[in-house]
């Protein structure tokens, strides 16, 4: 008895503990508002999570209905054709008289899965769902959780296969397709596109009520708009600011398109190649696959490398080393020149050289500020990152 007395003692003291570890989130939580605004926040995204619900509600019954109309109990299966009879000729169906594996069947001979020789297709309805399990469309409650399982998009191919199996395959084609469609991409996204504008109203209200207190950042990605005969573009600043001591020319090539054009076909190319490489089974070692890959590898990582160099050459350390883009390029740099190494080729050193196509996202301007809205700067990317781990840990 005074042993669990200690140990109910510790795990309580352990416990209250980890609790006084989550008052630092106040820090991060705390904040005043009027309190006009803040009701006039939840009043509307209220009303925004109340309507989104309904829809989703809608649907939910909606395709519950469909499910008990169209497909009813699915309970046939192919059984052994040599079951046993009761006194009044009704078969005597057990488990050990399934197909292995359990196989779904349908009655109509123009429709569904049909036993194979020495089956026969039998209703199974002695079983219970302890058993057979808890989906299905056998009536509207059981239907609606069916509908909610396939909608989260587990599992809900076995459903969809045993349908196949026992009705006609269009039932469940225009069913299951129009169901993922609906309730798992629009209404789900509704709803996250509902949440996130909900904070991000929140977010304006706080820049409303507290203004801009950040400062600018001295980033080299600063651009302003220029015009000319041919039209506006965005221009950065520090285009004509060279910290190398490479001539014209060379900055002429490297803000060239064409230049980026390039580097972009020999990442494509180097992906594709890579792609290509398979293994196969046969009790030759892993040398002979990736043999002639290998010199194909150095002959990327070389290119790729020289151009790593062209950009310091031309930007000068600190011109190229204060660029996001360019330090995560160097990394990649670094780590494929020691994957080429003979001893270092078949290592977890690979992961650089499949890194490579993370590079593509910069041949699309859209795509590349679509991830940076994102993902952020890397310092606050790297912030989200240790405070999740310390929530983790705690």
């Known amino acids: 008895a005074g042993d669990s007395t200690k140990v109910f003692l510790f795990i309580h003291y352990e416990s209250t503990k980890t609790l006084d570890h989550i008052r630092f989130l106040r820090v991060f939580l705390k904040f005043s508002m009027p309190k006009s605004r803040i009701n006039q926040i939840f009043k509307r995204s209220s009303q925004q999570i109340y309507n989104v619900t309904l829809f989703f509600l809608f649907f939910m ?222 009790g030759r070692p892993r040398d002979v696959f990736y043999e002639r890959y290998y010199y194909i590898e150095l002959v990327f990582t070389c290119l790729l490398d020289l151009e790593t160099l062209f950009k310091i050459y031309c930007l000068g350390w600190r011109g190229y080393y204060k660029h996001s883009i360019h330090k995560f390029e160097l990394l990649l740099a670094a780590g494929t020149t020691l994957h080429i190494v003979p001893m270092f080729y078949p290592s977890g050193l690979t992961y650089f050289q499949v890194l490579r196509v993370v590079r593509l996202i910069k041949a699309s301007p859209m795509l590349e500020g679509f991830v940076y809205k994102i993902f952020g700067p890397g310092k606050k990317l790297g912030s989200l990152i240790i405070f999740t781990m310390c929530l983790l840990i705690i």
């Open 61 to 282: 019954s909606l395709y519950g209905l469909l499910g008990v109309q169209f497909f009813g109990e699915l309970k046939n299966h192919c059984v052994m054709n040599n079951t046993e009879y009761d006194l009044y000729k009704r078969p005597i169906l057990t488990i050990n008289s399934l197909a292995i594996p359990d196989t779904f069947c349908s009655m109509d001979p123009d429709s569904g899965y049909q036993c194979s020789p020495g089956m026969v297709c039998m209703k199974m309805d002695f079983l219970s769902s302890y058993v057979i399990g808890f989906n299905g469309f056998e009536d509207i409650a059981t239907s609606i959780f069916t509908v909610y399982q396939a909608a989260s998009q587990e599992g809900w191919v076995f459903i969809m296969y045993r349908a196949i199996d026992s009705l006609p395959a269009w039932r469940a084609a225009f069913y299951f397709s129009t169901m993922i469609f609906f309730l798992a991409w629009l209404v789900k996204n509704v709803f996250i596109a509902v949440i996130t504008e909900t904070f991000n109203e929140i977010r304006v209200q706080f820049q409303q009520m507290w203004g801009a207190r950040g400062h600018i950042q001295k980033t080299a990605a600063s651009q302003i708009l220029s015009g000319n005969d041919t039209g506006w573009r965005l221009v950065t600043i520090d285009d004509n600011k060279h910290g190398g001591l490479a001539p014209e020319t060379c900055h002429a090539i490297l803000r060239s398109p064409y230049f980026r054009m390039l580097v972009m076909s020999v990442i494509l190319a180097n992906g594709i190649v890579t792609a290509t490489m398979t293994f196969k089974h046969d």
